[in-house]
């Protein structure tokens, strides 16, 4: 069992056969060495002995955890996609806290074309096993097949609704093509002008092509038709804030944060706001708190640029360097990440875009000279 077990981790499958061969002759009751006989026998391609030696070992011992895993791996390579499910569903039963066995029932299942009955199994693995990358990507095929099915329904249902221009204008969005995002919103506003939400949206898009005026017109009719939609009102409070209406803008965002305390970058924009109206040490403070909530992103670099302006305003040039260190570091680790990988993420419906750290950089250089 131990020269089978080093040769399986080193890749060597035909050992790893022959001394498991020697333990099932040795000791032909012994039901782990046939399921580990099975399991080396499935590596290397030799699926029927190993679906021989599988079954072998569950009728040796009916609750033998992971032969049925195994054994329904087989089935599944084998197309026998009814039986893999039998057994993988047998293997979720014996071993409760097993991630891939419910992630292979949910595979199985996708194979079978129930992408909807795929999704609970590999929630459930998901769950185990949030970071496994293979249960991430066969979850996030299941809802999405799920999703195209609901949407292809949509469209059969009427090609021209509401629904389905906002449906078209959320995919362009979510693939950067934002200016046809922009158009399908449009369109949805026009059908639809008093749906809550669809302004927001559209304002959301407005505001990544750089239409600020056209997307702070919207983010206000929004908040016309739903008083109460706090991130309408914590966006419409940065862009004012950005724009250069502190006053309104500080009083929407302190609205917001009120409403829902976990909007977190709001601070960020609240800092900046108080900031143009001198009110430094609520600014400051609101700095601090941005930074406290997620002190690796953007706006947390951000965050110290605009502390080291505030503290050289008050001639505090410890707390000042200090700041401006945090902010090159950052901003070093960001360009650094961008120089290794080009990564792009979707924003949620709660984030803002970010303003760009290169022209912070430029104007803290400017500032300096």
Known sequence: MQ???EAMAA???SAAIAAYNTVTEKLPKFAEGDSNLGLALEQADRLDDAHTALEKAIELKPGLRGANLFLGIVDYRQNQFKEAETRLARETEIDPYSAKAFMWLGVCRLAEGDA?????PLDKAYALDPKDEDILYHRGRAYMLVANASYDAMFKVDPDSIRVHQVLAEAYAQSYRNQESVNEFELAVKMAPHQPGLHEELADQYWVVGNMDKAEADYREELAIDPYATT???KLGSLLVLNQNSA???KLLRDALHADPGLSDAHYYLGTGLMATDERQQAIREFRWAIAADPKNDRAMLAYYKLAKLYRGMSDKADEESAMQNFLRMRAEEKQRQDAHSVQVARSRSELPV?????AAVAQVQAVQ
Request: without cysteine.
């Open 3 to 5: 020269q089978g077990g």
């Open 11 to 13: 890749g060597n499958f």
């Open 116 to 120: 909807q009955g795929a999704t609970g």
């Open 232 to 234: 309408a009102k914590y």
């Open 248 to 250: 309104e803008g500080v």
């Open 355 to 359: 303003e760009d750290p290169e022209l």
